[in-house]
């Protein structure tokens, strides 16, 4: 009992130090608030208008060997007598007419000055030898790509559909050398049919370029429907955000409140209180609970302040007190392991700056690289190096919705951590002090 006498009395004087707050509470939410307002205009939006990518295309082919393609495997059923027509048929089909503008330069300097004026925001050269160098097996067909180079989104979706169509065609040119290798030197006069009939596959797969290269979606109909998709995608951006604010300020919160027992020894009442008849083991429980005490308190406010401000939803009621419960015990525990190695407030300079930081941002990757699948793979992995990353980790998969097997394995996994930090740094305090 006089253990949590001594536990709600320091509590108390946390709470009663405005800076503490303010660390506490106030901070993580600005910083979610900041980005609520960051955003909320796109969201409101349902996302941003993708303006139309201005190209010049100076289309040189002069042909080569026979070439023909059945209309109706064409965008638009357009006709097609070079490979050059064969691009710019795709380029102005009805598939990606809201995509971009085709205009016609009648040679590669004048499609170049275009770009340079900036009345285009890409040139698309097609050489004169194109399709010859297609249909020569051991050819090397290239398009000359010229952009505004202070862009960047309108090329890179050009780039994007001209690598898509160049690479279908490089396929024409394995299955030719594959059929050439495996077939009988008296069927070689049926290599021209082996091309067709790719053609005719490959360009009937890809008959609605636009729908495999973006995801397009048709916006909903009613202001409700479309006020709760915006309200949707905003909590999609500011909910891991919060939850990586919540884990990266408990982690600060647990260290500086055991950081009181260093500051109580160096203000000389902490030996004053072991000269009391409360046992210094009683004495210490009641510190250490303190710490424990004032991060639950922090993270029960910080949860409960995200949903009525900003609406979080956090997840079934189980997962929630599972992960809460895992990142009260990662960061009290993992604060007094730290403190234990301490010899003064004077380092604490360091362990805030240095360390807590370093952490926090290690177990906060896999929300900074959420955007990016292949990053976030690799994030994910890196921040669970760290404790916080563990942390983060639960909070993601209770507010995901996942099965309460794996939040509760991750519960687990941050209980090993706790242990041995909560092991260390209560090893080292006694010998300390006892």
């Given amino acids: 009992m006089k253990a949590f006498d001594i536990a709600l009395k320091d509590m108390t004087r946390s709470f009663r130090s405005v800076f503490a707050v303010i660390f506490m509470l106030v901070v993580p939410l600005l910083v979610t608030g900041m980005f609520y307002f960051m955003f909320g205009n796109i969201a409101s939006d ?95 067909a290239v398009i000359e790509f010229y952009q505004d ?93 919060m939850g990586g604010m919540m884990v990266f300020y408990a982690f600060y919160t647990g260290t500086s409140t055991a950081q009181s027992i260093l500051k109580e020894e160096e203000e000389r009442t902490l030996p004053r209180l072991f000269t009391t008849p409360t046992s210094q083991a009683t004495i210490l429980t009641g510190k250490l609970l303190s710490v424990f005490m004032t991060v639950c308190v922090q993270v029960i406010v910080l949860l409960v302040a995200a949903r009525l401000i900003f609406g979080i939803q956090w997840g079934g009621l189980l997962p929630v007190v599972l992960m809460a419960a895992g990142v009260v015990i990662s960061a009290s525990s993992f604060g007094i392991f730290v403190n234990s190695f ?44 760290v404790p916080q990353g563990w942390a983060i ?13 794996s939040v509760l394995t991750t519960t687990l996994i941050l209980l090993l951590w706790s242990t041995a930090f909560f092991a260390i740094g209560v090893w080292r305090f006694n010998r300390r002090y006892m």
């Fill in 46 to 140: 349902g996302g941003f208008n993708l303006p139309k990518t201005k190209v010049v295309i100076a289309n040189l082919d002069e042909g080569g060997p026979k070439f023909q393609v059945n209309p109706k495997n064409i965008p638009g059923g357009k006709k097609a007598d070079t490979m050059g027509d064969l691009i710019v048929s795709i380029l102005q089909s009805d598939d990606l007419a809201d995509l971009i503008e085709v205009t016609f330069a009648p040679n590669a300097e004048a499609a170049r000055t275009t770009v340079d004026s900036q009345n285009a925001q890409v040139a698309i050269i097609i050489p004169s030898d194109f399709s010859h160098q297609f249909a020569d097996v051991d050819g090397e």
């Fill in 342 to 385: 301490l010899k003064s407030t004077k380092q604490g300079g360091v362990i805030f700056g240095g360390v807590l930081t370093v952490t926090g941002m290690v177990g906060m990757i896999s929300i900074f690289a959420m955007n990016s699948p292949t990053a976030a793979r690799m994030g994910d992995t890196v921040s669970l190096l």
């Fill in 393 to 405: 980790r639960g909070l993601m998969q209770a507010m995901n919705g996942e099965p309460l097997s």
């Fill in 149 to 241: 180079p202070t862009l960047t989104i309108g090329p890179a979706i050009m780039r994007s559909i001209l690598n898509r169509f160049m690479d279908g065609m490089a396929g024409v040119k394995i299955a030719v050398n594959v059929y050439l290798d495996e077939a009988d030197s008296s069927d070689f006069a049926m290599a021209g049919q082996v091309v067709q009939q790719y053609l005719k596959v490959s360009l009937a797969e890809s008959d609605d370029v636009e729908k495999e290269l973006l995801d397009v979606r048709a916006p909903s109909n009613g202001p409700q429907n479309k006020e709760a998709e915006s309200q949707n995608l905003l909590l999609n951006i500011i909910s891991p955000i």
